[in-house]
Protein backbone atom coordinates (compact mmCIF):
# COMPACT_ATOMS: atom_id res chain seq x y z
CA UNK A 1 0.00 0.00 0.00
CA UNK A 2 1.19 3.58 -0.82
CA UNK A 3 2.54 5.26 2.01
CA UNK A 4 -0.18 8.19 1.87
CA UNK A 5 2.34 11.26 4.26
CA UNK A 6 -0.49 13.54 3.16
CA UNK A 7 -3.05 11.77 4.86
CA UNK A 8 -1.01 11.20 7.85
CA UNK A 9 0.06 14.98 7.76
CA UNK A 10 -3.91 16.33 7.35
CA UNK A 11 -5.14 14.19 10.07
CA UNK A 12 -2.66 15.05 12.86
CA UNK A 13 -3.08 18.90 12.06
CA UNK A 14 -6.90 18.69 11.40
CA UNK A 15 -7.73 21.24 14.18
CA UNK A 16 -5.48 23.97 12.69
CA UNK A 17 -6.92 22.72 9.40
CA UNK A 18 -10.78 23.67 10.39
CA UNK A 19 -9.48 26.87 11.84
CA UNK A 20 -7.24 28.40 9.59
CA UNK A 21 -9.41 31.23 7.83
CA UNK A 22 -11.62 33.65 10.18
CA UNK A 23 -14.87 34.09 7.98
CA UNK A 24 -17.58 36.73 8.91
CA UNK A 25 -19.05 34.04 10.81
CA UNK A 26 -21.30 36.56 12.61
CA UNK A 27 -22.53 38.06 9.41
CA UNK A 28 -23.79 34.78 7.79
CA UNK A 29 -25.16 34.51 11.45
CA UNK A 30 -27.51 37.34 11.21
CA UNK A 31 -28.03 36.42 7.31
CA UNK A 32 -29.24 33.01 8.84
CA UNK A 33 -31.85 35.22 11.09
CA UNK A 34 -32.50 37.72 9.24
CA UNK A 35 -33.73 35.25 6.23
CA UNK A 36 -36.68 34.43 8.19
CA UNK A 37 -35.95 30.93 6.47
CA UNK A 38 -35.72 28.83 9.79
CA UNK A 39 -38.28 26.64 11.10
CA UNK A 40 -41.11 28.76 12.49
CA UNK A 41 -43.02 27.60 15.82
CA UNK A 42 -46.59 25.52 15.27
CA UNK A 43 -48.29 28.20 16.14
CA UNK A 44 -47.69 30.26 13.61
CA UNK A 45 -47.81 27.80 10.39
CA UNK A 46 -51.11 30.15 8.88
CA UNK A 47 -49.07 33.30 8.83
CA UNK A 48 -46.10 31.83 7.49
CA UNK A 49 -48.79 30.36 4.62
CA UNK A 50 -49.93 33.59 4.26
CA UNK A 51 -46.51 35.19 4.20
CA UNK A 52 -45.30 32.49 1.75
CA UNK A 53 -48.59 33.23 -0.65
CA UNK A 54 -47.36 37.03 -0.67
CA UNK A 55 -43.40 35.93 -1.14
CA UNK A 56 -44.52 33.90 -4.52
CA UNK A 57 -46.41 36.85 -5.60
CA UNK A 58 -43.65 39.47 -4.67
CA UNK A 59 -40.71 37.02 -6.18
CA UNK A 60 -43.37 36.46 -9.94
CA UNK A 61 -43.30 40.11 -9.79
CA UNK A 62 -39.43 41.52 -9.27
CA UNK A 63 -38.19 38.74 -10.95
CA UNK A 64 -37.93 39.92 -14.19
CA UNK A 65 -35.60 42.97 -12.86
CA UNK A 66 -33.49 40.73 -10.71
CA UNK A 67 -30.74 39.65 -12.00
CA UNK A 68 -28.43 37.93 -9.50
CA UNK A 69 -29.37 38.57 -6.09
CA UNK A 70 -27.49 35.62 -4.53
CA UNK A 71 -24.67 38.05 -5.95
CA UNK A 72 -25.21 40.64 -3.26
CA UNK A 73 -26.39 40.07 -0.07
CA UNK A 74 -26.08 43.76 0.73
CA UNK A 75 -28.97 44.29 -1.59
CA UNK A 76 -31.39 45.01 1.37
CA UNK A 77 -28.86 47.73 2.65
CA UNK A 78 -29.60 49.54 -0.64
CA UNK A 79 -33.39 48.98 -1.10
CA UNK A 80 -33.47 51.25 2.01
CA UNK A 81 -31.42 54.18 0.02
CA UNK A 82 -33.31 54.69 -3.20
CA UNK A 83 -30.82 57.22 -4.75
CA UNK A 84 -28.52 54.33 -5.07
CA UNK A 85 -30.59 51.54 -5.72
CA UNK A 86 -30.56 52.34 -9.96
CA UNK A 87 -27.11 52.69 -10.02
CA UNK A 88 -26.39 49.37 -7.54
CA UNK A 89 -28.89 47.51 -9.95
CA UNK A 90 -26.64 48.51 -13.28
CA UNK A 91 -23.19 47.37 -11.61
CA UNK A 92 -25.20 44.19 -10.67
CA UNK A 93 -26.13 43.57 -13.73
CA UNK A 94 -22.98 44.36 -15.58
CA UNK A 95 -21.11 42.29 -13.28
CA UNK A 96 -23.20 39.49 -13.35
CA UNK A 97 -23.29 39.30 -17.35
CA UNK A 98 -19.76 39.69 -17.71
CA UNK A 99 -19.62 36.32 -14.83
CA UNK A 100 -21.83 34.53 -16.93
CA UNK A 101 -19.59 34.65 -20.08
CA UNK A 102 -16.57 33.49 -18.39
CA UNK A 103 -19.12 30.48 -17.01
CA UNK A 104 -20.02 29.74 -21.00
CA UNK A 105 -16.45 30.33 -22.10
CA UNK A 106 -15.28 28.22 -19.48
CA UNK A 107 -12.15 29.82 -18.56
CA UNK A 108 -10.03 28.10 -16.32
CA UNK A 109 -8.36 29.34 -12.98
CA UNK A 110 -5.04 27.58 -13.81
CA UNK A 111 -4.85 29.97 -16.79
CA UNK A 112 -4.49 33.23 -16.08
CA UNK A 113 -3.77 33.21 -12.00
CA UNK A 114 -3.03 36.22 -11.51
CA UNK A 115 -6.16 37.41 -12.52
CA UNK A 116 -7.91 35.24 -10.37
CA UNK A 117 -5.58 36.09 -7.80
CA UNK A 118 -6.61 39.83 -8.16
CA UNK A 119 -10.55 38.38 -7.86
CA UNK A 120 -9.94 37.02 -4.86
CA UNK A 121 -8.23 39.71 -3.33
CA UNK A 122 -11.45 41.72 -4.16
CA UNK A 123 -13.86 38.99 -2.63
CA UNK A 124 -12.29 39.42 0.52
CA UNK A 125 -12.55 43.27 0.67
CA UNK A 126 -15.86 42.50 0.09
CA UNK A 127 -16.12 41.00 2.80
CA UNK A 128 -14.80 43.67 4.86
CA UNK A 129 -17.19 46.27 3.22
CA UNK A 130 -20.27 43.64 4.51
CA UNK A 131 -19.01 43.93 7.72
CA UNK A 132 -18.12 47.32 7.41
CA UNK A 133 -21.99 47.49 6.61
CA UNK A 134 -23.43 45.79 9.64
CA UNK A 135 -21.37 47.95 12.09
CA UNK A 136 -22.04 51.29 10.02
CA UNK A 137 -25.08 50.79 7.83
CA UNK A 138 -25.77 52.05 4.66
CA UNK A 139 -23.65 55.52 5.01
CA UNK A 140 -22.65 57.49 1.67
CA UNK A 141 -19.19 56.25 2.22
CA UNK A 142 -19.51 52.82 2.22
CA UNK A 143 -21.97 52.84 -0.72
CA UNK A 144 -19.15 54.41 -2.88
CA UNK A 145 -16.76 51.66 -1.71
CA UNK A 146 -19.17 49.47 -2.52
CA UNK A 147 -19.59 50.95 -5.87
CA UNK A 148 -16.07 51.09 -6.52
CA UNK A 149 -15.87 47.75 -5.55
CA UNK A 150 -18.07 46.45 -8.20
CA UNK A 151 -16.44 48.95 -10.83
CA UNK A 152 -13.05 47.41 -10.23
CA UNK A 153 -14.44 43.97 -10.56
CA UNK A 154 -16.40 44.21 -13.78
CA UNK A 155 -12.84 45.94 -14.46
CA UNK A 156 -10.91 43.09 -14.11
CA UNK A 157 -13.28 40.62 -15.44
CA UNK A 158 -13.38 42.52 -18.88
CA UNK A 159 -9.38 42.06 -18.48
CA UNK A 160 -10.38 38.29 -18.36
CA UNK A 161 -12.79 37.97 -20.88
CA UNK A 162 -10.02 40.17 -23.28
CA UNK A 163 -7.09 37.93 -21.99
CA UNK A 164 -9.08 34.66 -22.77
CA UNK A 165 -9.60 36.10 -26.49
CA UNK A 166 -6.16 36.60 -27.42
CA UNK A 167 -5.12 33.57 -25.24
CA UNK A 168 -7.41 31.76 -27.70
CA UNK A 169 -6.45 33.64 -30.96
CA UNK A 170 -2.63 32.97 -30.23
CA UNK A 171 -3.97 29.06 -30.08
CA UNK A 172 -5.61 29.61 -33.01
CA UNK A 173 -2.42 31.09 -35.26
CA UNK A 174 0.08 28.21 -33.68
CA UNK A 175 -2.22 25.41 -35.18
CA UNK A 176 -2.69 27.12 -38.26
CA UNK A 177 1.59 27.26 -38.29
CA UNK A 178 2.03 23.48 -37.18
CA UNK B 1 -17.26 16.30 30.26
CA UNK B 2 -18.97 12.57 30.47
CA UNK B 3 -20.16 11.81 26.79
CA UNK B 4 -23.37 11.27 28.37
CA UNK B 5 -23.51 14.37 29.22
CA UNK B 6 -22.71 15.62 25.78
CA UNK B 7 -25.14 13.42 24.38
CA UNK B 8 -27.94 15.30 27.21
CA UNK B 9 -27.04 18.51 26.23
CA UNK B 10 -26.70 17.92 22.73
CA UNK B 11 -31.02 16.76 22.66
CA UNK B 12 -31.81 19.40 24.70
CA UNK B 13 -30.27 22.11 22.12
CA UNK B 14 -31.47 19.99 19.04
CA UNK B 15 -35.30 19.78 21.25
CA UNK B 16 -34.82 23.72 21.55
CA UNK B 17 -33.68 24.05 18.16
CA UNK B 18 -36.95 22.25 16.77
CA UNK B 19 -39.20 24.12 18.65
CA UNK B 20 -37.76 27.54 16.98
CA UNK B 21 -35.64 28.81 19.57
CA UNK B 22 -32.88 31.65 18.37
CA UNK B 23 -30.57 31.29 20.95
CA UNK B 24 -30.42 27.63 20.96
CA UNK B 25 -30.16 27.94 17.20
CA UNK B 26 -27.39 30.38 17.82
CA UNK B 27 -25.50 27.75 20.23
CA UNK B 28 -25.53 25.42 17.86
CA UNK B 29 -24.32 27.06 14.89
CA UNK B 30 -21.21 28.80 17.14
CA UNK B 31 -20.43 24.94 17.74
CA UNK B 32 -20.59 24.15 14.05
CA UNK B 33 -20.03 26.70 12.16
CA UNK B 34 -16.23 27.32 11.93
CA UNK B 35 -15.60 23.82 10.99
CA UNK B 36 -18.75 23.55 8.33
CA UNK B 37 -17.27 26.44 6.98
CA UNK B 38 -13.43 25.10 6.37
CA UNK B 39 -15.37 21.96 5.21
CA UNK B 40 -16.77 24.31 2.76
CA UNK B 41 -13.89 27.26 1.32
CA UNK B 42 -11.75 23.98 0.47
CA UNK B 43 -14.36 22.48 -1.71
CA UNK B 44 -15.18 25.98 -2.81
CA UNK B 45 -12.42 28.39 -2.75
CA UNK B 46 -13.58 31.45 -2.53
CA UNK B 47 -14.73 33.02 0.65
CA UNK B 48 -18.31 35.04 -0.08
CA UNK B 49 -19.34 31.99 -2.13
CA UNK B 50 -18.48 29.47 0.79
CA UNK B 51 -19.80 32.10 3.13
CA UNK B 52 -23.28 31.93 1.04
CA UNK B 53 -22.91 27.83 1.01
CA UNK B 54 -22.49 28.10 5.62
CA UNK B 55 -25.85 30.46 5.55
CA UNK B 56 -27.77 27.84 2.98
CA UNK B 57 -26.47 24.87 4.87
CA UNK B 58 -27.39 25.89 8.39
CA UNK B 59 -30.98 27.20 7.03
CA UNK B 60 -31.36 23.73 6.11
CA UNK B 61 -30.27 22.13 8.97
CA UNK B 62 -32.42 24.06 11.13
CA UNK B 63 -35.02 23.47 8.68
CA UNK B 64 -34.62 19.59 8.76
CA UNK B 65 -33.54 19.18 12.44
CA UNK B 66 -36.41 17.33 13.08
CA UNK B 67 -35.43 15.01 11.25
CA UNK B 68 -32.30 14.01 12.66
CA UNK B 69 -32.81 10.97 14.55
CA UNK B 70 -29.59 10.43 16.18
CA UNK B 71 -27.90 7.35 13.66
CA UNK B 72 -24.97 9.21 13.39
CA UNK B 73 -23.45 12.22 15.21
CA UNK B 74 -25.34 15.66 15.25
CA UNK B 75 -21.90 16.98 13.96
CA UNK B 76 -21.80 14.32 11.23
CA UNK B 77 -24.99 15.07 10.08
CA UNK B 78 -24.53 18.90 9.52
CA UNK B 79 -21.49 18.05 7.68
CA UNK B 80 -23.27 15.98 5.30
CA UNK B 81 -26.17 18.43 4.83
CA UNK B 82 -22.98 21.01 4.23
CA UNK B 83 -21.22 18.81 1.82
CA UNK B 84 -24.02 18.21 -0.08
CA UNK B 85 -25.40 21.66 -0.30
CA UNK B 86 -21.65 22.65 -1.76
CA UNK B 87 -21.60 19.61 -4.66
CA UNK B 88 -25.16 20.95 -5.62
CA UNK B 89 -23.74 24.26 -5.87
CA UNK B 90 -20.69 22.83 -7.69
CA UNK B 91 -23.12 21.20 -10.20
CA UNK B 92 -25.14 24.05 -10.74
CA UNK B 93 -22.33 26.62 -11.43
CA UNK B 94 -21.00 24.20 -14.30
CA UNK B 95 -20.47 20.62 -14.96
CA UNK B 96 -17.37 19.54 -12.82
CA UNK B 97 -14.61 18.64 -15.66
CA UNK B 98 -12.80 15.25 -14.83
CA UNK B 99 -9.61 15.74 -16.84
CA UNK B 100 -7.82 12.68 -18.25
CA UNK B 101 -4.22 11.85 -16.09
CA UNK B 102 -1.99 11.16 -19.15
CA UNK B 103 -0.29 14.35 -19.10
CA UNK B 104 0.84 14.36 -15.35
CA UNK B 105 3.47 12.08 -14.38
CA UNK B 106 2.99 9.60 -11.24
CA UNK B 107 4.54 11.21 -8.27
CA UNK B 108 5.33 8.55 -5.49
CA UNK B 109 6.35 9.40 -2.53
CA UNK B 110 9.59 8.46 -0.93
CA UNK B 111 9.37 6.44 2.25
CA UNK B 112 11.81 8.54 4.03
CA UNK B 113 10.30 11.89 2.55
CA UNK B 114 8.80 14.04 5.51
CA UNK B 115 6.14 17.03 4.82
CA UNK B 116 8.03 20.14 5.39
CA UNK B 117 4.96 22.61 4.13
CA UNK B 118 2.72 24.49 6.50
CA UNK B 119 -0.93 24.03 7.36
CA UNK B 120 -1.84 27.32 5.56
CA UNK B 121 0.62 26.60 2.59
CA UNK B 122 -1.51 22.90 1.67
CA UNK B 123 -4.73 24.27 2.57
CA UNK B 124 -3.85 27.06 0.31
CA UNK B 125 -2.43 25.08 -2.63
CA UNK B 126 -5.44 22.48 -2.19
CA UNK B 127 -8.08 25.33 -3.10
CA UNK B 128 -5.92 26.56 -6.54
CA UNK B 129 -6.33 22.49 -7.82
CA UNK B 130 -8.86 22.16 -10.19
CA UNK B 131 -12.81 21.84 -9.49
CA UNK B 132 -12.39 18.24 -10.09
CA UNK B 133 -9.78 17.08 -8.22
CA UNK B 134 -10.19 19.20 -5.94
CA UNK B 135 -13.54 17.91 -4.21
CA UNK B 136 -12.65 14.47 -4.84
CA UNK B 137 -9.02 14.92 -2.79
CA UNK B 138 -11.25 16.94 0.01
CA UNK B 139 -14.15 14.30 -0.02
CA UNK B 140 -11.03 11.60 0.40
CA UNK B 141 -8.39 12.89 2.71
CA UNK B 142 -10.64 14.73 5.13
CA UNK B 143 -13.99 14.07 5.27
CA UNK B 144 -13.14 10.43 4.95
CA UNK B 145 -15.01 9.33 1.96
CA UNK B 146 -14.64 6.13 0.13
CA UNK B 147 -14.02 5.94 -3.53
CA UNK B 148 -17.30 4.50 -3.46
CA UNK B 149 -19.38 7.04 -1.29
CA UNK B 150 -17.71 9.57 -3.60
CA UNK B 151 -18.32 7.64 -6.51
CA UNK B 152 -22.01 7.89 -5.55
CA UNK B 153 -22.14 11.25 -4.44
CA UNK B 154 -21.07 12.59 -7.52
CA UNK B 155 -22.03 9.93 -10.04
CA UNK B 156 -18.95 9.10 -11.64
CA UNK B 157 -17.63 5.83 -11.38
CA UNK B 158 -15.41 4.40 -9.03
CA UNK B 159 -12.50 4.14 -10.99
CA UNK B 160 -12.40 8.06 -12.20
CA UNK B 161 -13.12 9.07 -8.32
CA UNK B 162 -9.56 7.25 -8.08
CA UNK B 163 -7.83 8.35 -11.06
CA UNK B 164 -8.89 12.51 -10.26
CA UNK B 165 -7.40 11.37 -6.21
CA UNK B 166 -4.04 10.65 -7.63
CA UNK B 167 -4.01 13.12 -10.11
CA UNK B 168 -5.13 15.91 -7.99
CA UNK B 169 -2.25 14.44 -5.27
CA UNK B 170 -0.01 14.45 -7.97
CA UNK B 171 -0.94 18.34 -8.89
CA UNK B 172 -0.85 19.44 -5.05
CA UNK B 173 2.62 17.56 -4.61
CA UNK B 174 3.99 19.38 -7.95
CA UNK B 175 2.33 22.40 -6.67
CA UNK B 176 4.43 22.05 -3.32
CA UNK B 177 7.64 21.12 -4.90
CA UNK B 178 7.73 24.03 -7.12
CA UNK B 179 6.95 26.50 -3.94
CA UNK B 180 10.10 24.87 -2.55
CA UNK B 181 11.63 25.66 -5.91
CA UNK B 182 11.21 29.11 -5.39
CA UNK B 183 12.64 29.15 -1.91
Given at each position: MKNNRLKEFIDSNRKDFDEIESPALNFV????????KTKPSK??????????????VAVLIVSNRQTSQKLDRLENYVLNSPQY??????????VSDK??????????EEDF??????????????????EDFQKYGNTDELMRTLFKHYERKSKILEILLLENEKRKYNEHINHREI | ML????????????????????LAQKKLYDKYSLAMYHTIIRMLPYRAEAEDILQDSFVKVFRKIESFRGDSTLGAWIKTICINTTLKHLRKQSPIQYSTQEDIPDFEESPSSELKYSVKTIHEEMKKLPKGSRVILNLYLFEGYTHKEIANSLNISESTS??????GRTLLQNQLKSLRNEE
Open positions: WNEISSDKSNYLLVIVALLFAVKNEHHKLIKTEDQIQTQNIKKEIFEELNELERNHSFIQ | KTELKDENQKMIQQCIKGNSKSQYQR
